[in-house]
């Protein structure tokens, strides 16, 4: 499986992550080097669909991105800087300078790190006036704390992690150097992001069970539970759990009078969004009567999301109003309310040439997008007729046409077949091959 990480920060920056990328075999790097921090905004929503995870080349871009809500902390991350990219840019200027520097000012790293890394390397002596701030500051304002110190003659020069504010003092004449992060500590992110992605992947692959429980409505006798009229009622709520099973690819199974288990992954239950299950709640009211209760648990193994699925049926218990209740692997329980989002399907705006295109294959834009969305949510690109009908809950011969119309669109080819059985034709194999 390969990772797609997107790089963003200056062409320099961007040239070292190339460098410590290429020894990662699973990592396909993608780079957006820019001029100014403030270009981030643009490069990532231009290229969102492109990219699994953000790597960021400092603390700037990935907190300008995060401070507008462009990416989560779950989806990217930077190197961080520490006293060792220090040092190797601190001998540099004692060499240029031609004597030992008594003062020097310094941001983006913490005081902690600061405090360690004189320690460490017996630099007492060595006056540090430090800038360390967390998130997105402007380059003027740290262009503004150097120069008050070069100018008072508190400090003989300049270090920088930002490379605007390292050109800016450059261009005002004020010794100045820019201190990046190290090899190791570019790797080590990596590492850490393809961990993170593994992570999220096997927890889409993780077995979910959805309980939907029938509750008898206040003021109804014991009778009435096991009534013929409750009973032809169930029989419709049965039609209708039938149908939420099949939007959430799972088995349905009844485990009792009134008590039904579908079993299907976290993966789908996140894709759907989870919003199926309050339809459910609310057809099954309008359409038989009954009042439903639905949970969902989760777990490494069928035991543990049979046990956990039961202890979110009993916390949900209290609930008066209409919510989902969870219980993960960690027996952590979670309040799931009406219109969650989870994935958002990818509308892109495919163009007049394409709507030309699409309109001529007799295929919508928008199913188009949906299958770029899942693809990349799967991160599945090889896919055969089966796998579309499930991801559409479309009919087979539905699937062919559809993989038809994208093959002769350049938007998947065809690159091998397979024997679904010992009868029965070869089913094609196709790859998929949107335009990033």
């Known amino acids: 499986m390969k990772i797609r990480l997107g790089a963003v920060g200056p062409a320099d920056s961007i040239e070292k992550i190339k460098q410590e990328a290429a020894s990662f075999d699973d990592v396909h790097l993608l780079t957006f080097p820019y001029e100014k921090t403030e270009e ?49 840019k601190l001998l540099k200027a004692q060499y240029k300078h031609g004597n030992i520097l008594p003062s020097v000012s310094l941001d983006t790293i913490s005081d902690e790190e600061v405090e360690s890394f004189r320690k460490m390397f017996s630099l ?10 967390e998130g997105y500051l402007p380059a003027e304002d740290i262009v503004a704390f150097h120069e008050e110190l070069f100018c008072e003659g508190k400090v003989n020069a300049a270090f ?22 190290t090899e190791l500590a570019i790797q ?39 009534s013929f009229r409750t009973k032809h009622m169930e029989l419709d709520l049965k039609r209708l759990i039938l149908q939420y099973a099949e939007k959430v690819h799972g088995s349905f199974v009844q485990m009792g009078d009134g008590l039904f288990f579908i079993y299907t992954t976290l993966g789908e239950l996140e894709l759907t969004s989870y919003q199926p299950l309050f339809d459910l709640m609310s057809q099954a009211e309008l359409q038989t009567g009954l009042a439903l209760r639905t949970v969902a648990g989760y777990g490494r193994t069928a035991m543990d999301a049979e046990e956990h699925v039961r202890m979110a049926l009993r916390e949900a218990m209290g609930h008066k109003q ?9 027996q952590a329980v979670n309040e799931i309310r009406e219109n969650h989002d989870v ?15 699409f309109k001529e294959a007799h295929i919508s834009p928008s199913i188009v997008s949906r299958l770029q969305s899942i693809s990349s949510y799967y991160d599945q690109t ?20 559809i993989l038809n119309a994208l093959e002769e669109l350049g938007l998947a080819e065809v690159n091998g077949e397979e024997q679904p059985g010992q009868r029965g034709r070869p089913r094609k194999i196709y790859t998929l091959t949107f335009p990033e």
């Not at 401070?67 to 040092?87: I, N, T």
Request: charged share 25%.
């Open 343 to 357: 994935l958002s399907v990818n509308q892109r705006s495919w163009g007049g040439d394409w709507v030309r295109k």
């Open 188 to 226: 080590l992110t990596i590492k850490y992001l393809r961990e993170r992605i593994h992570s999220a992947l096997y927890r889409k692959s993780q077995i979910a069970i959805v309980g939907v429980e029938r509750v008898l409505a206040l003021g109804h006798a014991d009778e009435d539970y096991y």
């Open 160 to 181: 920088t992690g930002i490379r605007a504010v390292y050109l800016e003092l450059k261009k005002r004449g004020i010794p100045c150097y820019r201190i990046t992060p």
């Open 322 to 330: 209409r919510v989902i209740v969870t219980v993960d692997e960690d």
């Open 382 to 401: 090889i896919v055969t007729a089966k796998d579309i009908s499930i991801w559409l809950n479309s009919s087979d011969r539905n699937a062919r046409r």
């Open 40 to 88: 981030t905004k643009t490069i990532i929503e231009k290229n969102r669909d492109k990219v699994d995870y953000w790597l960021f080349s400092g603390q700037a871009p990935y907190y300008f991105a995060r401070s507008l809500g462009l990416v989560s902390e779950k989806e990217a991350g930077y190197p961080p800087l520490y006293g060792s990219s220090l040092l190797g």
């Open 124 to 133: 007492e002596n060595l006056e540090i006036y430090n800038f360390p701030y």
